[in-house]
């Protein structure tokens, strides 16, 4: 399936030769008098033909059906019906059916735009395809793009470049700026001196952990004149667990990280967070960066045999995979678009490449065919990705079980067991089971267990271990209602006495409820079957004289445990027991013998909560097997650990699914399926099989990628990024033909061997660009000098750059005392059961969270109002570089958002505390910018607050205000 | 084209986004780089230097207000076939019925183009109107088709016409945005449709709610005295901070907390009724005080563009209680009625202070509503994409012309169909840009918002 390139290639650049002769010989010649047979044949007929006929709608732009008639590899590829031409077999060929109109179907030129053909002019055109079609038109399809033959050359495919040998010293610091002097020297540019140390401490600390310094930091610093005291920070900074924060949060962008899922509804995804601080711990415990790579594309796989938190890791860091978005109302119509977006991001996060453009047509810069695309789609198809749920098809599903397997393998044998006793009783019910009563209870009626006939319940005969049980249904046309029940046993013949009134104040203590008070058992049936009420709810609707055992909604038994009547959604009496059949289940209580003994019985059962439906109904039955109450206790006691299951921690991830290839999608249309494409390499990197047919392919894939050294070329070069803010090439996201070259190739491909070297630590790539003095030089440069290298390309400065949204906010955050730095888990979203939202009434929500704002939760259709306004990253696709815009709505936020003015205030009000106003000054001075006030400075705080109306906290707020919105507070420099 | 550049270009977008004197600067530094940058310098002379962009949400029915279909009337009951998307493989409708229009139509003005009595007052402005009823567009699910309209993508997210239109002209006014959003709440598509996405953040659009404080933080929380005292406290640390190196990007910086003072004032200004008179409400049905409701939102509009902003869309209702008329078409009345006499009072308002000339006036939805249903006596319409009917009035339009339309039951656009792609040319063009030179580079590729097709309706243009 491979595409025949090489031969294009080859065939191209000989036509191109062969059009410029041609050119030549009609200049000097004459036309006809230099041309072979074929070539006059097309170009004195064939191509008028062509141009008169078809070009109206076949040429350029204007690819009607998706063919193109203006260049060889037009026809050849041919349009939605296929091939135009068969050269050789001119009846093979549809352009002649079309043209001679034999198809009723597919008649050309179409009768309202054009003439037909005349018959001299088809048989022209058969001529010319029996003698195989001679066709010179390649500049189109040559296109501005690179070839397979080139890609070997192309600066980031080829081999890393050789180590320069003249310089010594490899693998320290010193050979970045060699590198970087030499290129200076060639501009004939002059670097910065060094910065002073206190900007350089405040520049390193935003770069590693994305928050100012301490003022105890900085002097701790400025007082250290060791040869090591910038490591020393460097080392503390990179050992922070804040470090994982700031620099996760950059892999977040460019991974597109979201936590909704982007269909209709942008519905929640409460367990994405698991991913998120996967990525942050990462980068804390510097998982070396192919490692980190190949877990992200089949951690699920590749850690199948290893110890369980390894296995979870792996599953966890899938998320990746599964955080792709979705689309429509209905995903699953528009899977072919999560695949683009899996694609498109896997191409530019992991090799700078925009493989995503090939998916409608062959990418028209960089040799990526749409089989490449359909053959990297195959992989993902054969994976099994989370569904998140959307209007069309309900709740998530495929989640991934986060558990221990020792646990499941209990479980899944209690389970077993579970279904075996559930049948078991239900066949005794249904084999052994002597009716009592039945009746309707109809809307807010009350009807006594005694219903059908009084004496039923009289002197009823019971053995030990034989059960009375009392099943409360729902109605036709109404789900449900709370139903109040009262029910006595009493032993006809001695003074033994069981009351369900005298569990209300211990309902919770089990499910088998065991006591004094005798045995019960709280179940519902589902498809007949038994099943344990295993929820236990200490309050109900936030009432804790409410206690409830519950599946979690309906069905339920229920008590008010107190002397009140407590009014939720109905008046509920006081002191009373209430069972909840849920709209298809109904809910049921057991009573087991505790004694061979002869009883009476009394209750009712009564509608609690009339409201409109049609009440409920009830069957009190005699299970006169003795076995069943051990059956049910059974039931009872292994149940709890069959339904924990569904509470246990899951993640957002991937497994492997059905192995598959695709099919091609013609002009990326599902609808038009072309050949299956074998699930395969990139063919610009050997187009190598996967291993075996019967996975995903997945391994191969994370092999494939992490063996490339273009992989790794990428990440220095978001490194890089990081700090001198702009990569080596400025177009980190694409390193294929269209993106931009390094200005200093061998810098990025040295970096690239040292980080191969060191094992792929992103840590050690950190210090060794930290060390430079490129990182460390200042950016005061004279004018001229800016004005030469504007866009400091060649690094004679270091570049002042403002602070990301992320880092404004935890710096007002850190600066006010406000900041938590605990590790954040998932976010407040309502519970699953309770989502109904559709495209008309989708999920939206802000949460406000004093924790880093790396985990602030995002949503794909609503913008998170301050990320937006700060240039925050799209969480729709992957965000490379964020641009930095200044506008107005900007400073609004600084003049009058409550979030900003709070922060402030906060700040402020510990000022108090300090004995006079040059102290305070100083203070503030030294918390927002890690030094002291000027003079000039003092004086225009000082004047400002004499002269600023308000009490203290007004004043002083307000002076914080000034000095947070102020320019150095938002640059580094 | 703007390659090489981007740095360099997105800081002097900047830089000029937060300031009104720094034009000047700019203009300068522009002068030495490619001239085909988007500087507010259009392709070509411009008809149009603003638009107001008129949003119905949820799919208007175009046979029962701008596309007269007698045969439908004539042929109520009659069953049909189509190869649908709403009802393909969908239970319940494998038998599908064309049903009548509900409203009927007259022709209005000297042009006589028909209108149906769902829009008396827009009635009376035909002969300013450019009707288009041979709309169709390339998705019918809401999602999708709103963010076609506005993005020109029907499945990923890309910069919004708005965003586009004043990435490629800028701003007329440094007190106020260049791209503004009134809306009550947010469409199908949510915050999508007025994203910078891509294009840098200054081109996204501003969001304004119409109620007590229509832009996020701009009800000043100090007096103006104490701001003033703030901001002057503010420009003399931030000085002492600059010293002696020139930076624009904090100069710009500086800029534009004076741009966001004076916005504090502008913004409430250009909100406040309280100088027109009561014939000019009147004529936007508004009462006054009223700070709510479609009215509010038009002459909210015509004061934005008179003040220069660039693009102002306004969007009449949210992703519920729309036009979406599935379960009864009568819902119709009350959505037309609450923007029929608010439009109409925009377009003369704006015709009478010699704006219209100038302004773009642009009126759609996402999608048409089927001629038909799964029976004849079905109360309600499914969604519509073969089929719908905009308009345009305004800046260059050709005014009081009808062009293209649809089959006789209002089935598929058969004469001259003008797909979004098609309109978004045209609205390009009318604002002096070629729709295939308005690009963006972005991962390696040039984007634009008409994505690989688009034609300018040349018929449609004076």
Known sequence: MKRTRHEWTTLETVSMKFLALLLMACVAFGLQAELRGDEVLFEAKVRPLLVKHCYTCHSGKRTEGGLSLDTRTGWQVGGDSGPAIVPGKPDDSLLVVAVSGSNPDLKMPPEATGDRLQQQEIETLKQWIANGAFDPRDVAAKREGMSLEEVPDWWAFRPLLPQIPQIEQAGSSEQIDALIDQSLAMQHLTPTSPTDKRTLIRRVTYDLIGLPPTPEEVQAFLNDNSAEAFSKVVDRLLNSPQYGVKWGRHWLDVVRYADTAGENTDRPLPHAWRYRNWVFDAFNRDLPYDQFVQQQIAGDILQENANESAQNAGVIATGYLAIARRFGHDIDKDVHLMQEDVIDNLGKTFLGLTISCARCHDHKYDPISAEDYYALYGIFQSTRFPFPGCEAKGQPRDLVPLIARQAERAIAEAEQQRDTLAKKVQSLISESSIRLSQSKVGEGGSVPLSAEKLDALQRLQVQQGEVLLLKVLPNASHGADTTLIEWEISDADGDRFWSLSSLIPTLLTGNPNVSKHGTWCFVYFTDGQPRFLTGKYPSVEQRSELQSWSTGETPSVLVNNSVHEIPVWTKLPPASFFVHPGPQDPVAIAWVAPVDAVVNIAGRVADAHPSGGDGVSFEFTHITDAEVGKSLLTLGEISPLVDSRSASPVAYAVVEGTPQNVPLQQRGDPEKPGDVVPRRWLSMFGGEMISTDSRSGRTNLAEWITQNPLFARVMVNRIWQGHFGQGLSTTPNDFGSRGNKPTQLELLDWLTAQFQANDYSIKALHRLILHSNAYQRSGHQESTLIEQDSENRYLSRFERRRLTAEEIRDSLLFVAGELDLSVAEGHPFPPEASWKFTQHDPFTAVYESNQRSAYLMVQRQRRHPYLALFDGADPNSSTATRHVTTVPTQALYFYNDPFFHQQAAKFASRLKDLPEDQVRISKIFQALFQRSPTLVEREIADQFISAYPGNFDEKWSALTRVLMASNEFHYLD | ?462
């Open chain 2, 1 to 462: 084209m703007l390659n090489s550049t981007l740095p360099r270009r997105q800081f002097l977008q900047s830089a000029v986004a937060g300031s009104a004197l720094f034009s000047g600067i700019f203009q300068q530094l522009l002068a030495s780089e490619s001239a085909s940058l988007p500087s507010g310098e259009p392709h070509f002379t411009a008809t149009a230097k603003r638009i107001i962009f008129l949003f119905m949400t949820g799919g208007v029915s175009h046979v029962d207000t701008f596309d007269p279909k007698p045969a439908l009337t004539r042929d109520h009951g009659k069953e049909i076939k189509a190869d649908h998307p709403e009802i393909k493989d969908r239970p319940g409708y494998e038998r599908i019925y064309l049903k009548r229009p509900q409203w009927e139509f007259a022709k209005h003005g000297e042009s006589g183009t028909e209108v149906s009595t769902l829009f008396p007052h827009v009635s009376t402005c035909v002969d300013d109107i450019a009707m288009i009823r041979s709309m169709h567009t390339s998705h019918s699910n809401h999602y999708n088709a709103t963010l076609g309209m506005h993005t020109g993508s029907f499945s990923f997210a890309r910069p919004s016409l708005g965003a586009w239109t004043s990435y490629g002209l800028g701003t007329l006014n440094n007190n106020l945005p260049s791209f503004v959003v009134i809306a009550p709440k947010q469409t199908y598509a949510g915050t999508q449709v007025y994203s910078n996405n891509f294009l840098p953040g200054a081109y996204q659009g501003t969001l304004v709610v119409p109620g007590s404080e229509p832009i996020a933080n701009i009800t000043p929380r100090v007096s103006s005295d104490r701001q003033q005292l703030e901001l002057s406290a503010l420009n003399a640390f931030n000085q002492s901070h600059l010293k002696a190196s020139s930076d624009l990007e904090l100069t710009a910086r500086i800029r534009s907390f004076e741009t966001a003072f004076g916005m504090q004032m502008a913004v409430p200004e250009a909100f406040d009724f309280k100088q027109e008179t009561a014939v000019t409400l009147d004529s936007y049905g508004l009462q006054p005080g009223q700070t709510t409701g479609f009215g509010w939102q038009c002459l909210a509009a015509r004061r934005l563009v008179e003040r220069g902003v660039r693009f102002v869309e306004l969007i009449d209702t949210g992703s519920s209680g729309n036009w979406d008329a599935h379960g009864d078409m009568l819902s119709h009345v009350s959505l037309a009625k609450n923007v029929d006499q608010p439009i109409a009072g925009l377009l003369k308002d704006l015709k009478q202070r010699g704006l219209l000339d100038d302004t773009l006036v642009v009126w759609t939805t996402e999608f048409g509503r089927t001629p038909f249903n799964n029976t004849a006596d079905a109360k309600g319409r499914e969604h519509h994409p073969w089929a719908f009917t905009s308009w345009m009035a305004g800046a260059g339009v050709r005014p009081g012309i009808v062009h293209g339309a649809t089959d006789e039951h209002g089935l598929r656009a058969v004469e001259n169909p003008v797909h979004v792609h098609d309109f978004h040319a045209t609205i390009l063009h009318l604002m002096g840009f070629d729709h295939e030179k308005l690009t963006y580079r972005h991962a390696g590729r040039d984007y634009r918002l008409t994505d690989v097709s688009g034609h300018v309706v040349q018929d449609i243009l004076i």
